[in-house]
């Protein structure tokens, strides 16, 4: 059988002037995927910075943060909050403490005082109203506003994980028998600052947040509550305490007499004294302000308190 002849194929190579087209090809098709977006009208994407809101922050530390990263003047975000678009529960009267939830924000040129403090409120909602949060609210005979503001006190005046639980107990026992809560972390709110040093003369302001003379729960949240704060006020951990002190940081006592309680007081004076002014943290209801002879301080924000 024969068989034509067919020559050997040759493999096609690009001219040197073949390689430069492809080479100038390669260039104009990554100019224009530059180019695209600019063609369109935009700009290339924009990398976001960050806004971090701590657990326990107040109001006014978020305004002060926005105003801040937005280069505004000191103010704005506060002037911004009667007319920003913010999905707050009737009960909080178009005020949004303890709904300015506390997580990093993406924060671009577009941001605004009214969009981030709606992004907030907007996360806050997301994470709090939860069917867990209203159940656990409900049980314990409160609104989901309610235990907000209990949150916040708990994230005001408690250590750690486990001292939130029974911070959250104290409370809850505390409300049980119409005793007032006591709490020098709304004292300070009332007054606008953070101290463990709360003056007898102090626990008799006229204030709506003064949980010495007044009884049951602040008006308001004190501070933003992150999540570990609101699971502990549905879901306290079991006890009957109804007072507490911090002897020394990572060291809080819980008592269910007063008895028991002065001696822990004692003992926090003892350590107060000895490693001098501001030491301490956290004592909780019934302690008094430096000597623990009287029952009148409650629940006084630790040193370095984040609600303040």
Known sequence: MRHEYQP??????????GRLALFLGLLLAIGAAA??????????????????????????QVYAAIDRELKLPAG???????????????????NPEGFLFPATYPVTSESTPATLLAYMVDTANRKLATRAVADGAKAHGMTPYQTATLASI???????????????????????????LQM???INYALGRNTVDTKLSETRIDSPFNTYERQGLPPTPIDSPGLEAMAAAVAPTPGDWLFFVTVKPGDTRFSATYEEHKKHVAEFNRHRAGAGPGAGASTGPGSES??????VAAGRARAGSRAG
């Open 8 to 17: 050997p194929r040759r493999r096609s190579r690009l001219t040197r002037r």
């Open 76 to 94: 704005s975000t506060k002037a911004a909050v009667p007319t920003a678009a913010l999905a707050l529960p009737p009960e909080a009267k178009g």
């Open 184 to 186: 020098d972390s709304t």
């Open 290 to 295: 430096g000597s623990g002879t009287s029952e």
């Open 35 to 60: 180019l695209f977006p600019l063609l369109r009208g935009g700009q290339a994407p924009e990398k976001p910075r960050r806004l971090t809101i701590p657990e326990g922050w107040r109001a006014p």
């Open 154 to 180: 708990i994230e005001a005046e408690a250590e750690s994980r486990s001292d939130r639980g029974k911070v959250a107990r104290v409370v809850h026992n505390r409300l049980a028998r119409s005793m007032p």
